[in-house]
């Protein structure tokens, strides 16, 4: 089977290419590297003694992604490209809104002219905005409190009027909880550009000593500890569920949705504490204000990828605090 998984350079993108090419699958990249580095080629290959055929290639362009279309023959796509940063978003909403609705939508396009019916698109549980009872339930309103949240909310819509106009098409929205972590082998991880905007990639540059001191958005939360708390997923059980969710649109599922979570909520200072034990390394923090747009608690209930796919979440926070900190001091300077 061969599976289009466009982003593949990228951090989610590039743990689940190595779990597709580990059972089996075979992968075209399609990737601009605008948020990773050629790189992570080598690496998927050091990993899995496979190499994916890649094409470097931004596919808001057309043209470029049909060529891709045109030389292959491909049975489903998973579609990880997008901007991500929150923060970002607000500033760049015209951007956000065109960047990440585009390339889905040249995408959809492309699939249909050349019949390939099996679609993996990478939501978040930021479409259930600020929910009122946890865990969230994938029957939970859904609202958006930023640009890149309503681009991933604006797409599962799409998705749901195009299964509503193509019932031959099968299409899983899978909404991410937090991912952490990186593969046991300490190849690739998450190699954010700039100081990052998630807490566990700046917990694991403070190890290292590439910055000072992690500032603690608020503690005044109606939590464990008044810190946020949240459900912090290894990436590589999130790539296993994306085989998951292929294997279940190859049953002719039509249009599922499943959440990727635990279960299982840590706030910001337990995670700290965690990383603080796997790796030996003191974290310095301070408290300062709530970060605008947070929540206080958010965690998944993963029920219905458990029962429906066949998939749980197996790694505990002790081994996503080791995989972590081997990526970072593996590779102080990331890919660079
Ligand atoms: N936090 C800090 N200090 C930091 C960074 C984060 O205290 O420097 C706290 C946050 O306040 C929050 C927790 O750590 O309580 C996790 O924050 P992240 O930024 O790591 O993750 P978020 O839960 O805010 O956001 C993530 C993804 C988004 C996605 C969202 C969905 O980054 O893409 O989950 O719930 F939209």
């Known amino acids: 089977m061969v599976v289009l998984v466009s982003g593949g350079m990228g951090y989610i993108g590039s743990h689940t290419t190595v779990e597709l090419l580990n ?36 596919i808001l362009n057309e043209e470029d992604l049909e060529t891709v279309f045109k030389e ?51 939501s978040s549980a930021t479409v259930y905005g600020e929910a009122k009872t946890m865990p969230v339930e994938e029957e939970a309103p859904l609202s958006t409190t930023n640009p890149y949240g309503a681009t991933k909310l604006m797409i599962e819509d799409i998705l749901r009027d195009v299964y509503k106009a193509n019932k031959d098409m099968n299409i899983a929205i899978l909404r991410y909880f937090n991912p952490v972590g990186a593969h046991k082998s300490g190849t690739i991880g998450e190699n ?23 500032s603690v958005f608020g503690n005044d939360y109606n939590t464990v500890d008044g810190t946020g708390v949240r459900d912090y997923i290894h990436v590589v059980d999130l790539a296993k569920g994306h085989i998951k969710a ?5 049953t002719n599922s039509g249009l599922v949705t499943y959440n990727l979570g635990t279960g299982n909520g840590y706030s ?35 029920k219905k990828a458990n029962n429906e796919l066949g998939w749980i979440a197996e790694k505990s926070i002790e081994e996503i605090c080791e995989d972590s900190w081997r990526w970072q001091s593996n590779n102080p300077k990331g890919y660079n």
């Open 72 to 122: 292959n023959k491909i049975d489903a796509v998973i579609h990880f490209a997008a901007f991500k940063a929150v923060g970002e978003s607000v500033s760049m909403p015209i951007e956000y809104y065109h960047n990440n609705l585009t390339t889905t939508l040249v995408m959809l396009k492309l699939m249909k002219k050349y019949s390939v019916k099996n679609f993996v698109f990478s």
């Open 23 to 58: 059972q089996g699958y075979e992968v075209i990249i399609v990737d601009d590297l605008s948020n990773s580095k050629d790189v992570v080629l080598d690496k998927i290959e050091i990993i899995t003694g496979k190499l994916p055929k890649f094409y470097k290639m931004n």
């Open 192 to 214: 954010p550009s700039g100081i990052p905007n998630n807490l566990m990639p700046y917990i694991t540059k403070v190890a290292i000593g590439e910055l000072k001191v992690l």
């Open 246 to 250: 292929l294997e279940k649109l190859s």
């Open 268 to 302: 910001v200072l337990e995670l700290v504490k965690a990383f603080s034990k796997a790796s030996g390394r003191e974290i310095s923090y301070k408290i300062v204000d709530r970060r605008p747009g947070d929540v206080g608690t958010c965690y998944a209930d993963p």
